[in-house]
Nanobody, 118 residues
Framework: QVQLVESGGGSVQPGGSLTLSCAAS????????MGWYRQAPGKQRELVAT???????NYVDSVKGRFTISRDNAKGTVSLRMNSLEPEDTAVYYC????????????WGRGTQVTVSS
């Protein structure tokens, strides 16, 4: 079993930066891909960025060039550096991990709030 805990959310003005972190505990050797999703009020949860164990990354178009995802396999951590934040980035951000040997297995953190407002 894997537990995920996010940290680093908060409030920032447009154009500002934040870094989200997610720490996994438990069977971290069983973690495959990791990523970040977000859900804004009244909207569906959407994928923001993912990263494989080998470091291959994928981003939703709206954050390309502004957000950077990274991970440390040995420590079981994944981070999301967010630059040039916009009000549209306001959402609850969730850490996600999939099973290394069974990709149908999904783990979720409880989420951390990011608010971008002047």
């Amino acid at each position: 079993q894997v537990q995920l805990v996010e940290s680093g959310g908060g409030s920032v003005q447009p154009g500002g930066s934040l870094t989200l972190s997610c720490a996994a505990s438990g069977s971290i050797f069983s973690i495959g891909g990791m990523g970040w999703y977000r859900q804004a009020p009244g909207k569906q949860r959407e994928l923001v960025a993912t990263i494989t164990r080998g470091g291959r990354t994928n981003y939703v178009d709206s954050v390309k060039g502004r957000f950077t995802i990274s991970r440390d396999n040995a420590k079981g951590t994944v981070s999301l550096r967010m630059n040039s934040l916009e009000p549209e980035d306001t959402a609850v951000y969730y850490c996600n991990a999939e099973g290394r040997f069974n990709t149908a297995t999904m783990y979720w953190g409880r989420g951390t709030q990011v608010t971008v407002s002047s």
